[in-house]
């Protein structure tokens, strides 16, 4: 996995192991999300700004669970594909 479980515990500030399986599920779909994107399969050597958008990703669903906010998720949506764009694979049309 490109970003692990800890790595987000530290970004979300989370000390406790109690939902350690759902961060490692949001981070599978996040990291799915960045994959679909950038047509690429990224792995733990993933440039930086990758790392961050999965995490960003991680962790506005691990922080908005419970709600709908609709101007987060799209500020979390344009940062996430601002920091993927420069990685996204372009196919060629002819």
Avoid: W
Wanted: net charge negative.
């Amino acid at each position: 996995m490109t970003v692990s479980v800890a790595e987000l515990k530290t970004h979300l500030r989370i000390q406790h192991d109690e939902e350690d399986g759902l961060l490692e599920s949001l981070l599978k779909q996040a990291q799915a999300a960045a994959n679909d994107f950038c047509r690429a399969d990224f792995d733990a050597d993933a440039p930086e700004p990758v790392r961050l958008a999965i995490q960003l990703m991680a962790a506005h669903f691990y922080e908005y669970r419970d709600s709908s906010d609709k101007a987060a998720y799209a500020t979390m949506l344009s940062a996430f594909h601002a920091l993927l764009y420069p990685y996204r694979v372009i196919e060629e049309m002819f």
